[in-house]
Nanobody, 124 residues
């Protein structure tokens, strides 16, 4: 069982930055790729970014490429999402997930564990 706890969300003006963190209760570096997803009110959960088990491969949604960066610190069992140049349409609850594979995955239904999420609100 892996527990995931997100932090770092908040209210920011358009053009600003936030850094989200996802701390895992267990050692995820040997078994799990990790990803960030978001869900806005009335919309389905959508893929944001994912990182492979080793951290050497990443994938991004087109809507965040060039603005968001996913990374992981396996010594700390923590995954990060650096979000720059934020836009009002980035407003959502952001959740991290863990999937039992070496490869970065973009499909939420393949993930095994999820955190509770952290709210990100971008004002115009």
């Amino acid at each position: 069982q892996v527990q995931l706890v997100e932090s770092g969300g908040g209210l920011v003006q358009a053009g600003g930055s936030l850094r989200l963190s996802c701390a895992a209760s267990a050692r995820t570096s040997t078994s799990y790729a990790m990803g960030w997803f978001r869900q806005a009110p009335g919309k389905e959960r959508e893929f944001v970014a994912a990182v492979s088990r080793s951290g050497d491969s990443t994938r991004y949604a087109d809507s965040v490429k060039g603005r968001f960066t996913i990374s992981r610190d396996n010594a700390k069992n923590t995954v990060y999402l650096q979000m720059n140049s934020l836009k009002p349409e980035d407003t959502a609850v952001y959740s991290c997930g863990a999937v039992y594979t070496a490869f970065a995955r973009t499909t939420p239904t393949t993930y095994d564990y999820w955190g509770q999420g952290t709210q990100v609100t971008v004002s115009s």
